[in-house]
């Protein structure tokens, strides 16, 4: 192990041991603050129930990541070929950051109901604009001698899209991804707070209502993992997409 | 034969050539030689038409055209090898992007590649291999263009002198065994004279040619050759007359 995962651990460790004493010697009440080997227990014991749950809200954030790319793709690619289009939907893109998306959740359950189709679209709208605006810097920085050496070869626009602008815009692309999965996480369980029938976040405001503080953290704890599996599967991907970047 | 007759390149209102002619014979090996900032790479960019001329006219075997994009090859200092593909991918994209028989132009590559000594290193990474051998393979897809025509960018100008020494012998391969027609920019002067068969000196502001030298002898010439070091002393002091010249 190296050092800096054995520090990694140490803090954890520390963290964990100092909340789990915290707990003991104060004697907080489990419904206010639980210890961690409680909650621990809670998310193993109540595997069964939360794992459904997990899966709708996973079911969210991986549409929501795909229908994310769908548009942001084919619109960074446009934007780039464009340069008219670029100047054209930049101030939208802008204030479609303005807007606190977080604050539209109560309108997307009035539009799609309290179905998975509200949170698909949060998150959907929060990754989106990392994702567009990495993959067009990427595009961008593109070197001219390249683009001349390309020009010279005689290659189209889509040719050298596939061979030259595209390879070359995958790390941006994987680093605006990177940002975005962990982003939409959140997204679809705000969109889950303020109104669903399933999913961790509606399980959430269901064991806080009542109470059950040590299921909210489970929750939280089941969450967390999710999102860093989604962070190391992206990385993987990423490894896996760019060989040429390990010199 | 490339012909280049009156070409004229404007920026900010200021001519960076104006009325340019330049006369290569096929098969011959020209070196235009002047100081950095004169205009040699903007020359180039109106040749291979990156930028439009503002006037001029330049022609390739007696046919007219707007400029040489579809003409011409292209090897510039950088090796410019894509990095996520390996050698022998990266010489075959003038082939895919042209369009042409992948499969004939997979074996001339490799063929292309035991002449240059790149055998067994087909499969390599750009980043795996030195300087050099990415130089030649540049030069590998430099040829797998298929043109007669190839300008180079100052192309050895960020290889060490070792290296250096070794793919000028190779760019003169260009000329003697494939049979191309040379156009090269430079700022090096012993390079220049090693290699051209006709040797243009430039003037600065605008660019123009202020003087040609025709080079005799076999080449890679040697500098022990004491007529050869008094050409290098003479475009010397012309070159550094220029650049006094500007600094005033």
């Known amino acids: 192990m190296s050092r800096a995962n054995l520090l990694a651990v140490v803090i954890l460790v520390l963290l964990l041991g100092l909340w789990e004493a915290a707990c003991r010697i104060l004697v907080i009440p489990i419904f206010i603050l639980p210890p961690p080997s409680a909650i621990a227990k809670t998310a193993v014991l109540h595997a069964p129930l939360i794992l459904p749950h997990a899966l709708i809200t996973g079911l969210e954030i991986v549409c929501g990541i795909g229908l994310a790319l769908a548009v942001a793709i084919p619109l960074a690619i446009g934007m780039f070929a464009y340069s008219w289009l670029e100047k054209a939907l930049s101030p939208f893109l802008v204030a479609s950051q303005a807007i606190p998306v977080f604050a539209l959740a109560p309108l997307l359950v009035v539009w799609l109901g309290y179905g998975m189709a509200g949170k698909i679209l949060m998150a959907a709208v929060i990754i989106f604009f990392p994702i567009t605006v990495n993959l067009l810097e990427g595009f961008k920085g593109c070197d001219r001698e390249f683009r001349v050496l390309f020009r010279l070869m005689g290659a189209g626009f889509w040719q050298t899209m596939r061979l030259l602008y595209w390879p070359w815009a995958l790390p941006h692309f994987f680093a605006g991804l990177r940002v975005g999965v962990t982003v939409a996480t959140i997204g679809a369980v705000i969109g889950e707070w303020v109104g669903a029938q399933k999913g961790l976040g509606y399980l959430m405001i269901q064991a806080n209502a009542r109470l059950k503080v040590d299921l909210v953290f489970a929750v939280i704890l089941w969450l967390s993992l999710m999102g860093l599996f989604l962070w190391f599967g992206v990385g993987w991907l990423e490894k896996k997409s760019i060989r040429w970047k390990n010199i | ?248």
């Not at chain 2, 390739?60 to 050698?87: N, R």
């Not at chain 2, 030649?136 to 250096?164: G, H, K, Q, W, Y």
């Not at chain 2, 080449?219 to 600094?247: M, T, Y």
């Open chain 2, 1 to 248: 034969m490339l012909s280049v007759s009156g070409l004229t390149k404007v920026f900010d209102q200021q001519s960076v050539f104006s009325g340019f002619d330049l006369t290569v014979t096929r098969n011959r090996f020209a070196v235009l030689i002047g100081p950095s900032g004169c205009g040699k790479s903007t020359f180039f960019d109106v040749l291979t038409g990156v930028t439009p001329a503002d006037g001029g006219q330049m022609s390739w075997q007696e046919e007219e055209v707007c400029h040489l994009g579809d003409l011409a090859a292209y090897m510039h200092q950088k090796d410019l090898l894509l990095p996520w593909f390996s050698l022998l991918e990266n010489s075959l994209l003038p082939a895919r992007t042209g369009g042409g028989d992948l499969h004939q132009a997979r074996s001339r590559a490799i063929q292309l590649f035991s002449r240059l000594g790149l055998s067994g290193y087909e499969q390599h990474l750009p980043h795996q291999v030195s300087g050099g051998m990415r130089q030649r393979c540049a030069l590998v897809r430099t040829l797998m263009f298929n043109r007669d025509l190839i300008l180079l960018d100052e192309p050895l100008s960020a290889l060490d002198a070792i290296t250096r020494k070794s793919l000028q012998s190779l760019l003169l391969l260009l000329q003697s065994e494939f049979d191309r027609t040379l156009v090269m920019i430079t700022h090096d002067v012993d390079e220049a004279l090693l290699l051209a068969d006709d040797l243009y000196l430039l003037s600065v502001k605008p660019m123009g040619i202020r003087e040609k030298i025709v080079l005799h002898g076999d080449k890679p010439r040697r500098f022990d050759n004491p007529e050869l070091l008094a050409i290098k002393d003479s475009i010397l002091q012309k070159l550094e007359g220029d650049i006094d010249h500007v600094s005033c």
